[in-house]
């Protein structure tokens, strides 16, 4: 998806191991955001960056951290991955006017 | 917690035909918005309605918000193969502090026969 840029797409952790999902995105937006999504569960808000320098839990932040290191790129750190967490990770942007942008997405496995 | 629920969540029609597609919610809103999902894919913004706005249409999309009911519906005209992929309501809650944070609903799959 033009503008945000998620990597990786693909990634297998065995239980326990740790890894930091990359996102970037060259549209000058203020707002980023992580979400998860599971078979019949929709999208649910990780963690969510309003602006460069502030970061916020959303629905399902347990177990992740967040880092907003500029205002081009926010990652989502697993410290320790648990088969719960297996799921799609998107990453999305906005400038609150025309609706979000969405990544591509990591798809993750935890075994 | 899910905000928006679609209706129906499986819809299964001809090419040609129209679709349609409910959504309710359950508090006050900013605005509603309506995004696509093809299999394995991220989702694509198709339509931001606000909470002061009844209906939008863009190209064969016409949205629809009542908010006295909490309910929105898509309505895709003139369907085509292409438009086949999950749909999903979005909605942005007024909320303290006016951070924008979408809640999705559990999306409706669309499936379009040739």
């Known amino acids: 998806n033009a503008g945000v840029t998620q990597t990786p797409k693909f990634q297998v952790l065995k239980t326990g191991q740790s890894m930091t999902l990359q996102c970037a995105q060259d549209?000058?937006?203020?707002?980023m955001y992580w979400y998860r999504q599971d078979p019949g569960m929709g999208l649910r808000l990780i963690y969510y960056?309003?602006?460069?320098?502030?970061?916020d839990k959303g629905e399902v932040p347990n177990g992740y951290n967040v880092s907003r290191l500029n205002k081009r790129e926010f990652s989502l750190r697993l410290e320790s991955a648990a088969p719960s967490q297996t799921s799609v990770y998107f990453c999305a942007i906005t400038d609150r006017h025309y609706g979000y942008t969405f990544g591509s997405g990591t798809r993750l496995t935890v075994v | 917690s899910q905000q928006g629920e679609e209706d129906p969540q499986a819809l299964s029609i001809q090419e040609g035909e129209n679709a349609t597609m409910n959504c309710s919610y359950k508090t006050s809103i900013n605005n509603l918005q309506w995004y696509r999902q093809n299999s394995g894919r991220g989702l694509v913004h198709l339509i931001l309605?606000?909470?002061?706005?009844r209906e939008k249409h863009s190209g064969r999309l016409r949205v629809t918000l009542d908010t006295s009911k909490k309910s929105s519906s898509l309505l895709i005209t003139a369907s085509r193969a292409a438009d086949t992929a999950s749909y999903f309501c979005?909605?942005?809650?007024?909320?303290?502090?006016?951070?924008?944070?979408?809640?999705f609903g559990k999306g409706t799959k669309l499936t379009v026969n040739p």
């Open positions: 979005a909605t942005d809650p007024i909320t303290q502090g006016g951070s924008e944070k979408l809640v």
């Open positions: 960056s309003a602006s460069e320098g502030t970061t």
């Open positions: 309605i606000r909470s002061n706005e």
């Open positions: 549209m000058n937006h203020n707002s």
